[in-house]
């Protein structure tokens, strides 16, 4: 049956026209209080990309309200928020890229999403004029935007002549201090990106990524003159220039070593560790300073993105690793030797900056609090971690600000995240003024979710967040059992520091509100606890060994005297839909229904075998165990009712994924409802299209749970 027949509720109360209003209230439902609607708790602001200027006297930051994506500032020191844009419009066009200019004078930022594999450009408007993405720049000033050309990745010289871009693999420049026309700064073999200038703005280098290698260029400006440093057979990336221009650093991984990229076979001996180089920026002579050590926790750390590298003062290089199990931050001098850890073990480093003198960094961590995300300070030579927030808050995006002061986002159970100023350390963080979300937020009636461990049947610790519902009434109430995705994130006791799981958050504690108890469960795979956990044997596709964790959160949930056992629902998003259509097509006996959001339901559709398999036997062995790990494999034990949502321009999940399962589970008789957004990504542009899928999903959750008694 399509939602299309339904009338899409505003408030919890409200049901699906297909059922009349009676049957609630032959429950003693329709008399419940409502303390908000779905439309007040999704009006959450969400705030991102916060950034210092290089005098540390003005910061800038990106807010989603409602859809409406707008660039704001605020300056010392009265630090009041001023919007520099105006787009008025729910078109789901992102902003993101956010960038100060050497004066500080500007910002620049990109509007518009990457390309998909088909070089299309997200749309979820369908706007028949089509979109592009672009960069743009704004003066503080108050004057419109200006386009600077068709792009992303916008890099601005220290110079303040210029700005750097990308546009299909090769790098543009425009001009800054006046209108011009972009122009292909210089043209080379393979896929240029990740600009980087020099100190002084002579110089740029770049990625250039060639399939099984990558090299580390410099475009010199002056001599027009394209040179690759240190060239090798391996996987150059991250280049950072020394402070005074006269080096490159740059991280090193083993290069491809058969067709197509894929791994070895298990009999070949392991890969060289990765490493970390430095150049001579003119000759191109480079020399390895640091080497990972060949065990399993010293893997190249992904995860951590641009902070994996950083040249601080002094000579010392700042980069994250995750020896002895925890990702953290390490140093290193220019002239090599051992390198020693900067922050505690048993905790982990999630994003970390170098501050204006480069003597020291701030990090966001969990030390001291695995539930929540905190600021600490530490010197690029060592010492004591100094915790800068703490309580029972969530802190992030830490960015440098003058005098030693700190500006950084915060949230809490009930306010989303906002913009703060921590003058100096040991005082009192400020919430930036002017910048709070709108009258009718229910600050007062959302919940304090509690935080709860389960130890599951073959002994692992999972952590979970408890949503109780907020009117404490007895008796035995429905319940939801909520997965993330990834499977590398980690849900918080807090609104969430990503738009994802900060619109997740807000759904979950509307569930809460409608007289539901949410259990979110942050299963094996995910970040937060170490490596050990998020490296779990035989998760996902290799055996879906999470599930464990899936059948723990039941039980304990079933054990509790509040809750109706056969009222038991999941939901979840992407890897959370994966869980969500697992827990339905093992166990419809324990799950009632669920609400699976763009999941993978087939791990061996579309999936090539490892090249380097020993046999044909190996690798039917493979796609048999994907298979198994599958939803698909037990689709016909499947009976519960399920709500389909995806967006079919999806890059993340093929949108197959959802019309295959639908097709199967239509076939034997399953109960399908469907919501299909044509032109909408994985993770929705556009904010009427979360508020499309979260009121669906409450309308289905209520109807096949609440209702039924």
Not at 510 to 524: E, H, M, P, T
Request: charged share 20%; proline share 7%; net charge neutral.
């Amino acid at each position: 049956m399509s939602l299309h027949s339904f009338a899409l509720a505003l408030t919890c109360t409200l049901v699906v026209v297909a059922r009349p209003a009676s049957v609630l209230a032959q429950h003693g439902v329709a008399g419940a209080p409502d303390p908000y609607a779905l439309t007040q708790v999704l009006a959450a602001p969400f705030s991102s990309e916060l950034v210092a200027s290089a005098d540390g006297r003005r910061v800038a930051w990106i807010a989603n309200v409602e859809g409406l994506r707008n660039v704001y500032v605020a300056e010392a020191p009265s630090w009041t928020t001023r919007r520099l844009t105006r787009y008025r419009t729910d078109d789901g066009q992102e902003l993101a890229g956010l960038v100060w200019t050497a004066d500080a004078r500007a910002l620049l930022f990109v509007r518009g999403g990457d390309r998909n594999a088909s070089g299309e450009y997200p749309n979820p408007a369908s706007d028949p004029r089509g979109v592009r993405q672009e960069v743009w720049l704004v003066p503080l000033t108050g004057a419109a935007p200006r386009r600077v050309g068709e792009g992303s990745d916008p890099v601005p010289s220290p110079a303040g002549d210029r700005v750097a871009f990308v546009l299909r693999d090769t790098v543009w420049a425009a001009p800054l201090r006046a209108a011009g026309p972009a122009r292909v700064l210089f043209r080379a073999r393979g896929r240029n990106g990740s600009p980087v200038w020099s100190p002084d703005g002579g110089r740029l280098a770049f990625v250039s990524r060639r399939g099984t290698h990558a090299f580390i260029g410099v475009y010199d400006l002056r001599r027009d003159t394209v040179r690759y440093v240190a060239a090798g057979v391996d996987r150059d990336d991250l280049p950072r220039w020394s402070p005074d221009g006269s080096r490159l650093a740059f991280v090193r991984q083993p290069g491809a070593t058969f067709p197509g990229g894929g791994p070895p076979p298990a009999s070949a001996r392991p890969l060289p560790p990765w490493s970390i180089w430095i150049a001579d920026a003119m000759s191109g002579e480079g020399r390895e300073v640091w080497r990972a050590p060949t065990t399993p926790d010293a893997a190249f750390p992904s995860q951590a993105g641009d902070w994996s590298l950083m040249w601080g003062a002094d000579e010392r290089l700042v980069f994250a690793a995750e020896l002895g199990g925890w990702l953290g931050l390490y140093a290193v001098g220019a002239q090599g030797r051992d390198a020693v850890r900067l922050t505690p073990q048993e905790c982990e480093v999630e994003g970390a900056v170098l501050e204006a003198d480069r003597r020291s960094v701030l990090a966001t961590t969990n030390c001291g609090d695995s539930e929540r995300r905190h600021v600490a300070r530490v010197g690029v030579a060592g010492g004591e971690l100094q915790a800068l927030t703490a309580g029972p808050t969530i802190d992030w995006a830490p960015a440098s600000l003058a005098g030693g002061g700190v500006a950084f986002l915060r949230s809490s159970a009930r306010q989303p995240g906002a913009p703060f100023v921590l003058a100096q350390a040991g005082g009192q963080p400020e919430r930036i003024g002017g910048f709070a979300p709108p009258s009718g937020f229910p600050v007062e009636a959302l919940v304090e979710p509690q935080f709860v461990t389960v130890r599951t049947s073959d002994s692992v610790e999972v952590r979970m967040q408890l949503f109780l519902p907020p009117d404490g009434a007895p008796g035995r109430k429905p319940a939801v059992v909520f997965f993330h995705g990834g499977p590398r994130r980690q849900m918080l006791v807090g609104w969430h520091y990503s738009y994802y799981y900060h619109n997740a958050y807000a759904f979950n504690q509307y569930l809460a509100s409608c007289g539901f108890v949410v259990l979110s469960v942050n299963f094996r795979g995910g970040i937060g606890y170490g490596r050990a956990f998020r490296m779990a044997p035989r998760t996902g596709l290799n055996g879906a060994s999470e599930y464990t964790d899936v059948l723990a959160a039941a039980a304990w949930l079933r054990a509790r005297p509040d809750v109706d056992s056969a009222r038991i629902g999941l939901w979840g998003g992407s890897y959370g839909g994966y869980l969500t259509a697992l827990g339905l097509a093992r166990n419809s006996d324990l799950f009632a229904a669920g609400f699976d959001l763009h999941g993978v339901h087939d791990w061996s559709a579309n999936r090539q075998v490892p090249v380097g398999a020993a046999a044909p036997q190996a690798a039917e062995s493979a796609l048999a165990m994907w298979r198994a790990s599958s939803p698909v494999a037990d689709v016909a034990r499947w009976r519960s009712p399920v709500l389909l949502v995806q967006g079919d321009d999806d890059r993340n999940v093929s949108f197959a994924q959802t019309v295959d399962l639908a097709q199967r589970l239509r076939r034997q008789g399953v109960a399908v409802e469907l919501l299909v957004f044509p032109d909408e990504v994985h993770d929705f542009l556009r904010h009427a299209h979360w508020m499309q899928a979260y009121r669906a999903g409450a309308d289905f959750l209520i109807a096949r749970l609440r209702e039924r008694r």
